[in-house]
């Protein structure tokens, strides 16, 4: 059974710093891209940033460039997400999901976690 | 990089069909044919239901069917039931390999 379960979330202040992390089971991880995508509460999904399946490509919406970092370890089948720089529109659950394809070019990702909450706050 | 415009909510009674509507650009919905679509029930995962406009995945209804004409995809729910009640949110693939989302529609079962 195809599993991601996300982790590193909590309260954290207004230029402060996270590492988020999502584990992987069930499916051969290094085959596929991955992708981070958070809701803010009130809103709709944002999809944040995607890492090619070899790490070699990664990608990012405009509003997180510079501030986050997507990056995978292929060995322990584990997604990261570095927040640099969190201002309170960071405020969200995160949440990670696996593609359909290799490459970030799919738009379609079958597997989703349930995500974990940053919360950016003075 | 702007948001997919879906109707914020929409309703129907079971057995209606019901049609949600997903508009972008030439930038992205226009572009490509990689819309895709998720339902999303309070404190579960986003489920993928459709994926390329119109395929469905192993284990969706077929009352599930979506299409592309132009700048707007759209999603359609036939034989509408209870448990069909969730947040729907439009996906797209977009210009220098970015994905976009919709603001998601909420749809009740009355």
């Known amino acids: 059974e195809v599993q991601v379960v996300e982790s590193g979330g909590g309260l954290i202040q207004p230029g402060g710093s996270l590492r988020l992390s999502c584990a992987a089971s069930?499916?051969?991880?290094?085959?596929?891209?991955m992708n981070w995508v958070r809701q803010a509460p009130g809103k709709g999904l944002e999809w944040v940033s995607g890492?090619?399946?070899?790490?070699?490509?990664?990608y990012y919406t405009d509003s997180v460039k510079g501030r986050f970092t997507i990056s995978r370890d292929n060995s322990k089948n584990t997604l990261y997400l570095q927040i640099n720089s969190l201002t309170a529109e960071d405020t969200a659950i995160y949440c990670c999901?696996?593609?359909?394809?290799?490459?970030?070019?799919?738009?379609?990702?079958?597997?989703w976690g349930l995500g974990t909450l940053v919360t950016v706050s003075s | 990089q702007s948001a997919l415009t879906q109707p914020a909510s929409l309703s129907g009674s079971p057995g209606q069909s019901i049609t949600i509507s997903c508009t972008g650009t030439t930038s992205d919905v226009g572009s490509y044919n990689l819309v895709s679509w998720y339902q999303h029930h309070p404190g579960k995962a986003p489920k993928l239901m459709i994926y390329q406009v119109s395929k469905r995945p192993s284990g969706v209804s077929d009352r599930f069917s979506g299409s592309k004409s132009g700048n707007t995809a759209s999603l359609t729910i036939s034989g509408l039931q209870a448990e069909d009640e969730a947040e729907y949110h439009c996906?797209?693939?977009?210009?220098?390999?970015?994905?976009?989302f919709g603001g998601g529609t909420k749809l009740t079962v009355l």
């Open positions: 890492i090619s399946g070899d790490g070699g490509r990664t």
């Open positions: 999901a696996k593609d359909m394809g290799f490459l970030v070019d799919t738009a379609s990702f079958d597997h």
């Open positions: 996906c797209s693939y977009a210009i220098g390999s970015t994905v976009v």
């Open positions: 069930g499916f051969s991880f290094r085959s596929y891209a």
